[in-house]
């Protein structure tokens, strides 16, 4: 918008509610207000839930493929893909399933290696919120936390503890 030599005026307004950026040249002015907004800022931690019953360690890059996909087939059912998590056995390593349904084209499942912690668990999610989330974390592993097939999920990269994904589930008959 600018270069170095156009300056960029800043007013404040005496009650200091808001502030006003001024950009001037020859070809064109701007003008941009921010205004301070009244009231506390919303506790959203409330929202993240604090403890789940399965955790699955997947490959991002795995699980953001098979999310694309399914994603193609979820486009004829409100964008809902289905995640199922089965724990691993002895010699096998554990499973998670990705699916979709379309009416008129058919069924997509896609399963990926999981280390699983806890017990089997199902849910489902919008395609493009899972896709969201997975479009920024897709280097590394990342887990997903589950409570159930209603409450929220959370989807955070293995080892990184400033980062996590709140995801709301879809209601579906499995």
Same mark, same amino acid.
């Given at each position: 918008l600018t270069d170095e030599d156009t300056p960029v005026e800043m007013m404040v307004n005496p009650n200091r509610s808001s502030v006003l950026f001024r950009?001037?040249?020859k070809d064109y002015e701007v003008e941009m207000v921010a205004q301070l907004k009244q009231g506390a800022f919303p506790?959203? @931690?409330?929202l993240i839930p604090k403890q789940h019953t399965t955790?699955?360690?997947v490959d991002a890059r795995?699980?953001?493929r098979e999310t694309k996909i399914a994603a193609i087939f979820a486009r004829d059912g409100s964008g809902i893909v289905r995640l199922q998590v089965q724990p691993g056995e002895e010699l096998t390593p554990g499973r998670l399933q990705i699916s979709a349904r379309a009416e008129e084209v058919g069924d997509n499942n896609g399963e990926i290696d999981a280390a699983?912690?806890?017990? @089997?668990s199902k849910i489902a999610f919008n395609s493009k919120y899972l896709q969201d989330v997975l479009n920024v974390l897709s280097d590394g592993n990342v887990a997903l936390e589950t409570q159930g097939p209603?409450?929220?999920g959370v989807i955070r990269p293995v080892g990184s503890e400033n980062y996590v994904h709140v995801v709301m589930p879809m209601f579906v008959q499995w």
């Open positions: 950009v001037v040249n506790n959203y @931690a409330q955790r699955a360690t795995e699980f953001l699983v912690e806890g017990e @089997a209603s409450q929220p």
